[in-house]
Each structure stands twice: as C-alpha cells, then as structure tokens.
C-alpha cells in the first residue's frame, strides 16, 4: 500500500508502542460528527501535512524537514517523542553532524510557523500540544471505531453517517510527508480498507446494492484476496438481483485462492455458494385458479380437534344410506 520499501535500518524503539497508542485509541472531543458541525481538525496527515488555523485556512509550513517533524509530533499528539527518534525520522538514518543543533533549528522554525505555544519542549524530546481529535488520523480512527460498534450493534444507518465522516478526512496516502512511510503508513492504509468495508457493508443492509456495486466492484479487484470484501460483494451481486454473475464471481474468487494461496474459500464464501445454489424457499406457484363454475368453500375447522370436517358428495347423500350400502 505504500511507496517505497522499507530501508533496512535498525530504528530507535518508540516510547508507548507502535504509534498508534493511546493517541490513537483515545475518545478525543467526544462529540459525535457529522457534516457541517464537525470541529475543524487543526492538523492533517491523511495526505499532504498540513496545519490549519480555526476558520479552515491553511498556516504554509514550507520544506519537507519541516512538514516531516510535523508529521512525526502529530502521529503522537500531546506525547513528547525523543529528540532521537525525531533526528531519525526527519533525517531518514542520515542526520547531520549537529544533529541536536539542527533539530533545535527546525523546532524553533515549526514555532514561528504555527505559534510559540505550538510545540512544547519536554525532558528529551518535544511534543505537538494538541489533543487526539486534532489531528485527522486520530479523529478518522475514532470514528472508524464508532462506525464498527454500530454496525455490529445492527445500527447500519448510523454506522455509514460516522463512517462517511470517517473517510472524508482523508485528502491522500497516509502520511505522504514522512520520509520514510513504508511500514506506519501500510498500517493507517489498511484500517481505511476497513472502514469502506464497513461503510459498504452498511449500504447494503440498508438496500443499496446496486447503487454501490460498481465502487464495491473496483474495491474487490484491487483486494483480490479480501475473502470479506468478496463475500460482501457476492452478497451484493445477490441482493441487486443478479445471481448468476454471483456464482460466476465465486468462481473466479476461489480458482485465486487455489492458485496463489494453495486454499479453499472460507466458511463464510462457502455459506454464501451454497445459498446461491439453493432454489429460494416458498417460490413455486400456486394451484391455478378455478376459471368457470363455483368455488368450493374451505372446510371449517374443527373446534375441539383442529381438522377440517370431511366434505359429503355431491347432492348432500350419504354413502352409507345408498341402497346397497357403500361397497355397490
């Protein structure tokens, strides 16, 4: 998912986890979005970094170094990360001779861009003062979360109002200006296939089918091997009333997984084969009705014992009372 490969360097071990820590998992504001009354974020990193002021405008933070360090504070908002690990990053494994003397220079220049106050100094290191919901890769992970709990609460309606806010936010690759962005940024593309999962999943609960099939489609294609999102898109094909180019998809989808993993479908593309090759229950028609002389009324049930009474023969005679008796 990311450009690049991975550079091969040893990299200086991050303080609380893998940068998606308690920043990420983090509630933030709190407040539900959605559109036209969602707070501004005042920092972007789904896409070109970015740093905005309160009504939306963008503060220029010119060069890449600089946009790197701002990157690398946002990733852990109000965390103070090692002056180290920043030289690292910002540098790529190559820092300067003075490496504590440049990133102090580059500090004080991501002051004088975003306000004094903006970046605090913290003992070995420095830190963004901002909260999680400031920055949109934080607010794009809470609601995500949001999204998935309503989903499988059976709330698809609310699920694909968060997660549409959720998607929104992303305005290109994830962390397009961290130097090196092969490994964090696969992690961040990875939970945005997520979400559209989701989102997508919700569309079709709320009888949208057809209308997403085409972006379901294009998502499926390039995740080949996604057994939910191809399962997903079976569902979809079945719901918009095309069957066949269902079966015809399972198909293709488990020749792949013979072919490039040496496996069978899931339990869930297999439940899904199966209905597929099912006749739906309750669909054979009827007894033709009666086009000329008069209907027979349904027999009244019996009260005491539930059976219908037995209908006489015609003309109201007994079959016992024939002369005869009834074996003539």
């Known amino acids: 998912m990311g450009r690049g490969t991975a550079?091969?360097?040893?990299r200086t071990a991050e303080p609380a986890g893998d940068g998606g820590?308690?920043?990420a998992r983090a509630p933030g504001g709190g407040r539900s979005a959605s559109p036209g009354t969602m707070d501004l974020v005042r920092y972007r990193i789904l896409g070109t970094t970015q740093a905005l002021r309160p009504d939306g405008s963008p503060v220029p933070v010119g060069g890449a170094r600089l946009r790197a360090l701002l990157t690398v504070l946002a990733l852990r908002p109000g965390r103070t990360v090692?002056?180290?690990f920043l030289v690292e990053e910002v540098w790529t494994g190559a820092p300067p001779a003075d490496a504590p003397g440049a990133l102090q220079a580059l500090v004080g220049r991501l002051r004088r861009a975003l306000g004094a106050d903006a970046v605090e100094s913290s003992v070995g290191g420095y830190r963004l003062a901002a909260g999680a919901d400031d920055v949109d890769l934080h607010r794009f992970e809470r609601l995500t979360g949001e999204g998935l709990r309503a989903l499988a609460d059976g709330d698809a309606a609310k699920?694909?109002?968060?997660?549409?806010?959720?998607?929104?936010?992303w305005q290109g690759p994830a962390l397009a200006d961290l130097p090196d962005r092969t490994g964090e940024s696969a992690r961040w593309e990875a939970r945005r296939l997520d979400a559209r999962r989701a989102r997508l999943t919700a569309a079709v609960a709320l009888g949208e089918a057809a209308h997403v099939l085409p972006e379901l489609t294009a998502l499926s294609a390039e995740h080949p091997l996604d057994e939910p999102l191809q399962a997903l898109r079976l569902r979809a094909l079945r719901e918009a009333g095309r069957p066949a180019e269902a079966l015809a998809?399972?198909?293709t989808v488990r020749r792949l997984l013979a072919d490039r993993l040496g496996s069978d479908p899931g339990p869930e593309l297999r439940a899904?084969?199966?209905e597929l090759l099912s006749p739906p229950p309750d669909t054979a028609p009827g007894p033709a009705p009666r086009t000329g002389g008069h209907h027979r009324p349904r027999a009244p049930r019996d009260v005491h014992h539930g059976r219908p009474h037995e209908p006489g023969p015609p003309g109201g005679r007994d079959p016992a009372r024939r002369p005869g008796g009834p074996g003539r």
């Open 7 to 10: 550079r091969g360097r040893t």
């Open 21 to 23: 820590g308690d920043a």
């Open 82 to 84: 090692p002056a180290g």
């Open 159 to 169: 699920a694909a109002a968060v997660l549409d806010d959720a998607l929104a936010l």
């Open 249 to 251: 998809a399972y198909e």
């Open 272 to 274: 899904l084969h199966a």
